[in-house]
């Protein structure tokens, strides 16, 4: 019997490189050896922002396009859309009372987030600070006192111009800064509970093997908790997942950053060979190689990260002329531009000729196998739970 793998993806829009190498190459390798369900986590893409629903919607179909250019087949795997299949949304009610509120204020991933939105915060905090303060008249008050030499008015007026300081200070920063426990109001239930929603996705198809990247270990780790808590409790019915990590190759940004749509700085697997070419040359290199006959350091490189992932074997040539300053960053862009180029030439027309509507039909035939995969669970769940 193949064993059950299942892995999922939050629907961002168009893959880029990062995607194909980290992620979608392994996916397709899989799909022979095991039973695969990937998913398309329209919830969880809803965690970080309620409002961006249109934009999952039509995230969903350029996400799938590129999954199925790739070589991801719905004949051997299933894809399936996950708000599509209700089961997991009460699998994850049955988990929540099984998971302490301490528990996931714990996890990395949700502390990362809400670090990130109080940072935002104070930052702009401090500068309405700044401007908002007035105190020159104040201070010139003070001058004026102390020329005058009254020191008790002086003073007074200090201590009142200080507590002011103190209050706003207090105030802008809010406790975002001062109380370390502080969860801005931006942060939703729904995202404290994002692991306990993706173990219910794990388990609803007793999935065994999760391909996943080390980010994701801390997720996989509480459903493996959930999975031996609900076994203990209410009967033996789950597997015990295991992670299988997936060395995932260093792709930066054309800016030297992670690279992520968000950033503007991504190379999407459906990109055309002149706007790869585009991009490429645009790409930052090492800013210290200005000449060709510069020595790089391709280590900080974003066009030899590429080489890495896409020129086999020949990125260490290249490695090492960067680094003897014998190959220039015009002609070292230029070969990775035409090696990416025709590697994505056949997804590109692929995901080209691929209908809005006939990967729709896919997704919904996709999650009709799953309901039913997901049904006969949760009905085991059930009666597990409560005898019917
Ligand atoms: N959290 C995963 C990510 O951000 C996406 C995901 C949702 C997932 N459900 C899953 C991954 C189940 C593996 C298994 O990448």
Not at 171 to 181: A, F, I, K, M, P
Not at 186 to 207: F, H, M, R, T
Not at 342 to 359: H, P
């Amino acid at each position: 019997m193949k064993k059950i793998i299942l892995s999922g993806m939050r629907p961002t829009g168009r893959m880029h490189i990062g995607h194909l190498k980290g992620v979608l190459e392994n996916w397709v390798s899989l799909q022979d050896d095991y039973n695969c369900y990937f998913e398309i986590a329209d919830w969880h893409a809803l965690t970080d922002d309620p409002t961006i629903n249109k934009e999952v919607q039509r995230n969903v179909i350029d996400m799938v396009k590129d999954w199925l250019s790739v070589g991801i087949d719905p004949k051997k795997s299933v894809i399936f859309r996950q708000s599509l299949v209700p089961q997991h949304a009460e699998l994850h009610l049955a988990f929540s009372m099984l998971v302490s509120v301490n528990r996931l204020l714990r996890n990395p991933t949700f502390k990362e987030k809400v670090a990130d939105v109080r940072k935002k915060k104070s930052e702009t905090k401090i500068s309405l600070n700044l401007e908002g303060l007035k105190v020159e008249s104040e201070i010139e008050s003070i001058v004026d006192y102390l020329r005058s030499e009254d020191a008790k008015e002086a003073n007074r007026m200090l201590k009142s111009v200080i507590g002011r300081i103190k209050e706003e200070v207090m105030e802008r920063l809010s406790v975002v800064d001062t109380y370390e426990g502080y969860i801005p109001p931006e942060i939703s239930y729904g995202l404290l509970g994002y692991p306990v929603l993706q173990a219910a996705d794990i388990l609803l198809y007793k999935g065994e093997v999760v391909p996943i990247g080390e980010d994701q270990l801390p997720h996989l780790e509480l459903t493996r908790e959930i999975a031996r808590d609900f076994n203990r409790i209410y009967g033996d019915i789950f597997p015990v997942p295991e992670p299988l990590l997936t060395s995932i190759p260093k792709i930066l940004g054309t800016d030297g950053r992670k690279m992520s749509k968000s950033y503007n700085n991504a190379i999407f697997i459906s990109d055309s060979p002149e706007t790869i070419r585009n991009k490429v040359y645009k790409s930052i290199t090492d800013p210290m190689k200005i000449r060709k006959n510069d020595p790089g350091r391709p280590e900080i490189c974003p066009v030899f990260y590429m080489h890495k992932a896409f020129n086999g074997e020949g990125y260490m040539q290249i490695e090492e002329d960067c680094r003897k300053g014998i190959l220039g960053c015009v002609e070292c862009k230029r070969r990775i531009t035409e090696i990416m180029a025709e590697s994505l030439e056949s997804y590109r027309k692929k995901s080209e000729n691929l209908k809005d509507d006939v990967v729709v039909e896919i997704i919904k035939e996709g999650s009709k196998k799953a309901r039913e995969r997901a049904e006969e669970t949760m009905s085991e769940v059930r009666r597990c739970i409560w005898n019917f």
